[in-house]
């Protein structure tokens, strides 16, 4: 079913940890009924602890909470840091577990790379930001830049059903179907919509390997194809496919003002190889591309015009784009828009490097054939990703530790999915 947009929504743009952080953790401190987290990666360090400690009061405290981490993205979290949690009644969910033969985990093409949090059906968050210390400035050199945004209005309800559907749907995998319906009964979503808690319209998106294969790619492209003064994407894994590139391509030469911050500290040589073809290609057509290189960027945000926004976990490569389970929030909102508008503004005067033909110097040779390669693979590889298993990864309780009791197993992936 096509997403509609839905009135009324307050959205507070949060920059980085510092922000983030503290109104994720007063949130949950005070939870009455139910919290819900999803995260890629959860660490064992001071940001994990906090959320270990909000988590287990809110427990104790008679809410049910739930979260749920990806096998791959948080692989190594101790026994002693689990058994805390579900010594208080937490349910700790593990996203796509199984075998690790030689050592290796194979589920690296399907991983769940959502963040959101929802807490008494009142208020979410949703975008970038794991649960670890590296999205912390005190953190260092390497701290990442990355954004998230607290909701509060009707959108909070969509974003509610969503995260039930994907737990609910583990029912068809688990033996203790009646236990867990019963253990579930009192929180389950419930159809009418919350009452307005703002002026903005807003949709949330999501893709999976389902239903929604390319639902926040389509909203992007639909928001290039009408924008008329200004595009402004920060990214930090950029690599779209080629419709992408051809309608960014056409905004530039329309008139439209085309901006990019992209990542200038790549963490794989690959991506650095393939963005010599990319950037000459896109800089003939008049876009305007900076590195940022103060620290590593982690964002997922865009600005088109001035009143289209979008802030979440999917990047524009070709993990998320063609695999990763992904969540982001689409807003149509002035003044939301002229504040996120603003930060990239700053990120853009103050902490990159302008990227321009004299600067990148001419491609040839053997680094040209490298660059194209490497260009034309990143580019059809969402196209040759259809071909691959479209497995939808389970969702299975974290394994206890020896004495300890187990909780209703179950397993599964949203239908109306990430």
Not at 190 to 210: K, Y
Not at 299 to 304: D, E, I, L
């Given at each position: 079913?096509?997403?509609?947009?839905?009135p009324?929504?307050?959205?507070?743009?949060?920059?980085n940890?510092?922000e983030?952080?503290?109104?994720v953790?007063?949130?949950i401190?005070n939870?009455?009924?139910?919290?819900?987290?999803?995260?890629?990666i959860?660490?064992?360090?001071?940001?994990?602890?906090?959320?270990?400690?909000?988590?287990?009061?809110?427990?104790?405290?008679?809410?049910?909470v739930?979260?749920?981490?990806?096998?791959?993205g948080s692989?190594d979290?101790?026994?002693?840091?689990?058994?805390a949690?579900?010594?208080?009644?937490?349910?700790i969910?593990?996203?796509?577990?199984g075998?690790?033969?030689?050592g290796?985990?194979?589920?690296?093409?399907?991983?769940?790379?959502?963040k959101?949090?929802?807490?008494?059906r009142?208020?979410?968050?949703v975008?970038?930001?794991?649960?670890?210390a590296?999205?912390?400035?005190?953190?260092g050199?390497e701290a990442?830049q990355?954004?998230a945004?607290?909701?509060?209005g009707?959108?909070?309800?969509?974003?509610?059903r969503?995260?039930?559907?994907?737990?609910?749907?583990?029912q068809?995998?688990?033996?203790?179907?009646r236990?867990?319906?019963?253990?579930?009964?009192?929180?389950?979503?419930?159809?009418e919509?919350?009452?307005?808690a703002g002026?903005a319209?807003?949709?949330f998106v999501?893709?999976?390997?389902?239903?929604?294969?390319?639902?926040?790619?389509?909203?992007?492209?639909i928001?290039?194809?009408?924008a008329?003064?200004?595009?402004?994407?920060?990214?930090?894994y950029?690599?779209?496919g080629?419709?992408?590139?051809r309608?960014?391509?056409?905004a530039?030469?329309?008139?439209?003002?085309?901006?990019?911050?992209?990542?200038?500290?790549?963490?794989?040589?690959?991506?650095?190889?393939?963005?010599?073809?990319?950037?000459?290609?896109?800089?003939?057509a008049?876009?305007r591309?900076?590195?940022y290189?103060?620290?590593?960027?982690?964002?997922?945000v865009?600005?088109?015009?001035?009143?289209?926004?979008t802030?979440?976990?999917?990047?524009l490569?070709?993990m998320s784009?063609?695999?990763?389970l992904?969540?982001n929030v689409?807003?149509?909102?002035r003044?939301f828009?002229r504040?996120?508008?603003?930060?990239?503004d700053?990120?853009?005067?103050?902490?990159?490097?302008?990227?321009?033909e004299?600067?990148?110097?001419?491609?040839?040779?053997?680094?040209?054939?490298q660059s194209?390669?490497?260009?034309?693979?990143?580019r059809?590889?969402?196209?040759?990703?259809?071909?691959l298993?479209?497995?939808?990864?389970?969702?299975?309780?974290?394994?206890?530790?020896?004495?300890?009791?187990v909780?209703?197993?179950?397993a599964?992936?949203?239908?109306?999915k990430g």
């Amino acid at each position: 079913m096509e997403k509609r947009w839905i009135p009324g929504n307050d959205f507070t743009l949060l920059e980085n940890g510092e922000e983030f952080f503290p109104r994720v953790f007063a949130s949950i401190a005070n939870a009455k009924r139910e919290v819900v987290v999803e995260t890629f990666i959860l660490f064992e360090d001071k940001v994990g602890l906090q959320l270990q400690e909000a988590l287990i009061a809110a427990a104790r405290r008679g809410a049910q909470v739930d979260i749920t981490v990806d096998d791959w993205g948080s692989p190594d979290l101790s026994e002693r840091f689990l058994d805390a949690l579900r010594a208080a009644g937490v349910r700790i969910h593990s996203f796509n577990p199984g075998p690790r033969p030689f050592g290796l985990r194979p589920h690296l093409l399907r991983r769940m790379h959502r963040k959101i949090v929802v807490v008494d059906r009142e208020v979410a968050f949703v975008g970038g930001i794991n649960y670890s210390a590296d999205h912390l400035a005190d953190y260092g050199p390497e701290a990442k830049q990355d954004y998230a945004v607290e909701i509060r209005g009707p959108l909070v309800a969509d974003i509610h059903r969503f995260c039930h559907a994907a737990l609910a749907e583990g029912q068809r995998y688990q033996r203790e179907k009646r236990q867990w319906w019963r253990s579930r009964k009192q929180v389950r979503a419930t159809p009418e919509q919350l009452e307005p808690a703002g002026g903005a319209d807003a949709m949330f998106v999501t893709r999976d390997n389902r239903r929604h294969m390319d639902d926040i790619e389509r909203h992007y492209l639909i928001a290039l194809r009408s924008a008329k003064k200004r595009i402004i994407i920060a990214n930090a894994y950029f690599f779209p496919g080629y419709r992408f590139i051809r309608e960014l391509k056409r905004a530039a030469r329309r008139g439209v003002d085309v901006r990019l911050i992209l990542q200038g500290q790549p963490d794989m040589p690959f991506v650095k190889i393939a963005a010599g073809m990319l950037y000459h290609n896109l800089l003939r057509a008049g876009v305007r591309i900076y590195e940022y290189c103060e620290r590593p960027l982690h964002g997922k945000v865009a600005v088109m015009d001035d009143d289209w926004s979008t802030v979440g976990s999917s990047n524009l490569d070709p993990m998320s784009l063609s695999f990763n389970l992904e969540a982001n929030v689409i807003i149509r909102d002035r003044e939301f828009t002229r504040t996120l508008a603003a930060k990239l503004d700053k990120l853009m005067c103050n902490a990159c490097n302008q990227v321009t033909e004299q600067t990148l110097g001419e491609l040839k040779g053997w680094p040209l054939v490298q660059s194209f390669l490497a260009y034309h693979f990143t580019r059809r590889y969402p196209r040759w990703a259809q071909w691959l298993p479209r497995h939808v990864p389970r969702l299975l309780p974290t394994a206890p530790s020896a004495g300890k009791p187990v909780l209703p197993a179950f397993a599964g992936a949203a239908k109306e999915k990430g």
